[in-house]
């Protein structure tokens, strides 16, 4: 009996009712519902993608941050790197004008002791020649050796040692 009042119901059109289905007592009602629905739904939705894009975006906004920090910091520590190559190399490069210098005061004194061995005349000695060949400035300047106690820096300049 119940299936014969639905199919009478809810499939014929009969004055002042719209079409009706099954799930619906009034076609109005569930239409009503459905837009209420729909405009909440819409409006949910629309929350929804503004939070996920507004996250989105600061997301991106701290990851690019983030690699900013990173390039500047790559850029900073490949600008230690060579500071500290240039620091290496500035050593390398004293340590072997230190041992340049020591080398030239061994040979000078050496020189010397050759000179006062052989009786060197003072217009044919080394400090004769030296100082003809360098009249504007001194081969070695009165400069203090650190670290090196025992090592005697000759002044060029000075002709008293002859």
């Known amino acids: 009996m119940s299936q014969i009042f639905h199919k009478s119901c809810y499939t014929t059109r009969s ?24 405009t909440f739904d819409k409006k949910f939705t629309e929350l929804q993608r503004e ?3 507004r996250i989105v975006k600061e997301v991106d906004d701290t990851q690019r941050a983030r690699q900013t920090i990173q390039d500047k910091f790559e850029i900073v520590e490949s600008k230690i790197n060579t500071m500290l190559d240039v620091q290496n ?3 390398s490069l004293r340590q072997n004008l230190r041992t340049a210098e020591n080398t030239l005061v061994d040979i000078i004194q050496k020189v010397e002791k050759i000179e006062g ?4 005349s ?12 360098f009249r504007s400035r001194p081969i070695l300047e009165c400069t203090e050796v650190i670290g090196s106690s ?10 008293n040692n002859a």
Not at 122 to 133: I, V, Y
């Open 89 to 91: 190399t500035i050593q």
């Open 122 to 133: 003072d217009s044919c000695s080394f400090k004769s020649r030296k100082s003809s060949f």
């Open 15 to 38: 004055t002042g009712y719209k079409y009706r289905t099954l799930s619906t007592n009034t076609g109005e009602k569930k239409r009503r519902n459905f837009k209420e629905d729909t």
């Open 117 to 120: 061995f052989i009786g060197v």
């Open 51 to 53: 939070i996920t894009s």
């Open 150 to 159: 025992n090592i005697e820096v000759i002044n060029p300049t000075n002709n």
